[in-house]
């Protein structure tokens, strides 16, 4: 057991984890789940994660998100993504033990660079032709920084 807290203790950690509770009816598609996040080194690579809390109680096998990453200057980055939350058997693809399963993934296949230091508002907003997405429960955004091509923890 000691062994095993070693290793999990020096593995490291993320300079950014939050997560936003969703209201219990459901995602709504005006509500836009916002982080913010001070970026303080130009020069690092960072990985961005999509984090999200769902249950059994989700309709769909994906999710499609309306993305944008803002600097104090304005819009810096917008886009539209699917994230597939089920296999082609409806098996759930998250983590997670009985009905709530939490999804991880990447904002994109490559780490992000950030021009210029400062606050940067990341945002995320449902994009299904549902108006309430039941079984939602959180959504969250991860940041790791990179140090020579390895993950490092503020």
């Not at 999990?8 to 969703?22: F, K, R």
């Not at 819009?75 to 983590?95: C, I, N």
Request: proline fraction near 5%; charge should be negative.
């Amino acid at each position: 057991m000691l062994l095993l807290g070693l290793v999990v203790a020096c593995e490291p950690g993320p300079m950014y984890e939050n997560y936003l509770p969703v209201e219990s009816v459901g995602w709504h598609q005006d509500s836009t789940a916002s982080f913010q996040v001070e970026i303080t080194d130009t020069n690092a690579p960072y990985m961005v994660i999509f984090n999200l809390r769902a249950n059994d109680a989700y309709p769909y096998s994906n999710l499609y998100l309306f993305r944008e990453i803002r600097s104090e200057e304005g819009l810096e980055y917008r886009d539209t993504a699917e994230v597939t939350l089920a296999d082609a058997y409806g098996r759930w693809l998250g983590e997670g033990i009985g009905e709530l399963k939490t999804y991880s993934r990447p904002y994109r296949a490559q780490p992000l660079r950030f021009n210029r230091k400062g606050t940067y508002t990341f945002t995320f907003t449902q994009a299904m032709r549902t108006a309430q997405l039941p079984g939602v429960e959180a959504v969250g955004l991860t940041l790791y920084k990179e140090e020579n091509g390895k993950e490092e923890n503020n």
